[in-house]
């Protein structure tokens, strides 16, 4: 089964500087996706980035990108000049390719908090 | 457009009563996953339903039960209530159940068992 592991409960950053989250997973698939959520307080899960483990080049969505270790098994999110609407729960969660239920994994989370 | 919308926000029950909860998915949207995320953790997977078969359950017993209707619309109902099931339930919903990897989530019901 496959399980995605984040050790970090919680992360401090001050304003404008630069946070990385962890984020680690374990399969025996070839072909899956993986992705960060982030849930503020409001509770609305909202896609941040998505990765596609068949491409090499690590995603980037403006200030937020990826360092996608595929041998690693690792999957660390980077948040460059970090914002104070950047402070919430960050999930990492996986999805494999072929899986028709399209159920994603989750980690127990990483609680962000930005400091201005 | 509208995004995923869930119905109602918040709810409390009794131990041992029934709950239904409703999720609309995002217009064009065929797939729709429940997920129950108890207080401190990450979601976890309850089902998965694509053009109103079920292609997916997770983990949880057979209180929990689902269906999809023809506009594509989802409950979620739970019988015989816990403590433990207290929680925030979430519907995502996605393009097509098979190849496409965005889900795209709702706000919650917040679930609180008494």
């Known amino acids: 089964a496959q399980t995605v592991t984040q050790s970090q409960p919680e992360m401090s950053v001050q304003e404008a500087e630069t946070v990385t989250l962890s984020c680690t997973y374990d399969t025996s698939e070839s072909d899956y996706y993986l992705f960060w959520y982030k849930q503020p307080p409001s509770r609305q899960m909202i896609l941040v980035i998505r990765?596609?483990?068949?491409?090499?080049q690590n995603a980037t969505e403006n200030r937020f990108s990826v360092n996608f270790q595929k041998a690693a098994k690792s999957f660390s999110l980077k948040i460059s000049d970090s914002q104070l609407g950047d402070a919430a729960m960050y999930f990492c969660a996986y999805r494999g390719f072929y899986n028709q239920g399209g159920k994603l994994i989750f980690g127990q989370g990483t609680e962000l908090s930005v400091k201005p | 457009d509208a995004g995923v919308t869930q119905s109602p926000t918040h709810l409390i029950k009794t131990r041992g009563q029934h709950v239904t909860l409703r999720c609309s998915p995002i217009?064009?949207?065929?797939?729709v996953s429940w997920y129950q995320q108890v207080l401190g953790q990450g979601p976890q997977f309850i089902f998965q339903?694509?053009?109103?078969?079920?292609?997916g359950r997770g983990n949880f017993p057979d209180r929990f039960s689902a269906r999809q209707f023809p506009n594509y619309s989802s409950e979620l109902n739970v019988n015989a209530l816990l403590l433990g099931d207290s929680a925030l339930y979430l519907c995502a919903s996605s393009l097509a159940g098979l190849t496409s990897y965005e889900q795209y989530f709702g706000p919650g019901t917040r679930l609180t068992v008494t």
């Open positions: 990765q596609e483990a068949y491409k090499q």
């Open positions: 339903y694509y053009e109103k078969e079920e292609r």
């Open positions: 217009s064009g949207h065929k797939s």
